[in-house]
């Protein structure tokens, strides 16, 4: 596949995901939330009981799709490669931290372009938060951080989390009266469009994720990195395809796909100071952990086990962040969920300090 | 020729392309090509008579193509990678 070809391909792709992100909002997800890799995360652990907060529980196909997506073209493509054994209990850590800058923040990178795209002004601090942190990520990297190598691992390890997610979906389908949902009218968790179409979208954006290897955080990481251009341009392209199909749909069926402001956005807050902090501790996160949580889901689906350690951080540290009431609402942060933002920026500087600065790496 | 080594880590490329610097090799950073790898670490692509430039391959060293009409051909793959 030569540049320009691959670069269609980004930008088709990203117009195309904008466009599934919109439509699932149309189909029932809520607001500015086609796709948000951490909410669903959060809602998938609060179906499983892993937490408790009763207005964010729902067993979200999307992320099941999502895996099974990127799996299923890796396998066509033999490009499934099972692998692992890179830190793995520090990337669940990371995972936790990640989470709860995104719970913060109420959203992931992901979310944050889909809230820009819905006139959602708050989200402007938390990409500026996003950049700080992937720039900060950037410096490490340059220094000599690394997690160290990963290991070629048995097929049945790589094959794990696809396997995980047919019966998560075998569970929703099959035995729902296992799994705890929100009541409708009950929060966001209530809010969802149905299953097949919830699957069927994370289906397409898994494989196109798969395919072009879409990343918020990369995006910025390599343009920090190589000047290179590509990723963020499957970024620009989801929000201006977004963006054009929120005012499309405004302008057709009268409800309020886009409603640039700040106040009244929904699944938000505005204090900007803590957008701005949750968002920066994610993208910092991120960098070290080598990409976004919509990353991490596809590169678990194509058998990277370090991966799918992150996405187990990224659904513990969402029950963390339910449990201990570290998670913003639309009324605001939290005083405890302020302490875990201060206290994951140090912890995560930390661990980027000691992978970084360690003797064998000189 | 020209050739392009993935690796372990985005610190080991920089390392790698210094160690091609030292010997006067043409040597770039940049992400991995789509059609090497899903991957989406860093690379070095660079122009040489060998594709090691040492005694021993780097320990940050995952795997080495040469880029040839026909695609690309390995020269090393790092053990259980």
Known sequence: MDRKKETCGMIASGLGIGLLAVAL??????????????????????????????AVQYLRPEISGLVLGSFILALLRKEVSPRGGSAPLTRFVLGIFVMIGCLMFLGCPFRMILRLAGGDLNALFGLGGCVCGILTGVFFLNRGYSLKRTYRLPPLEGLLMPIIQVLLLALLVLAPSLLRFTEPGGGP??????????LTAGLIVGALAQRTRLCMVGGIR????FRETKLLLGFAAIFAGALVYNLILNAVTGDLYFSLG???????????LWNFLGMLLAGFGC????????????????????????????????????????ASSGDGPTANGK??????IAAVGAIACVNTFRKDNA | MIYIATFFSHFGAIRFQKLCQGRD???????????????CGTCVRYRSQSPCPGDTWPREVEQVVQETPEGYRRCYRAENS
């Open chain 1, 287 to 326: 960098v070290l952990l080598g990409g976004c949580p919509l990353r991490q889901l596809v590169l678990a689906g194509e058998g990277n086990t370090d991966s799918a350690v992150t996405v187990l951080g990224l659904m513990a540290g969402a029950a963390f962040a339910h449990n201990f009431g570290l």
């Open chain 1, 25 to 54: 909002v149309c189909f029932g997800n809520p607001a500015n939330m086609g796709f948000c890799i951490a909410c669903f995360l959060r809602d998938t652990a609060g179906a499983l009981g892993l937490h408790s907060a009763g």
């Open chain 1, 222 to 225: 390599d343009l920090a990195l």
């Open chain 1, 262 to 272: 700040f106040a009244g956005q929904p699944v938000a807050h505005t204090d900007g």
């Open chain 2, 25 to 39: 090799w043409e040597a770039v950073l940049m992400p991995v090509p789509r059609n090497l790898s899903s991957s």
């Open chain 1, 189 to 198: 968790g209530g809010m969802h469009a149905a299953t097949a179409v919830s």
């Open chain 1, 339 to 344: 302490i875990a933002v201060l206290l994951g």
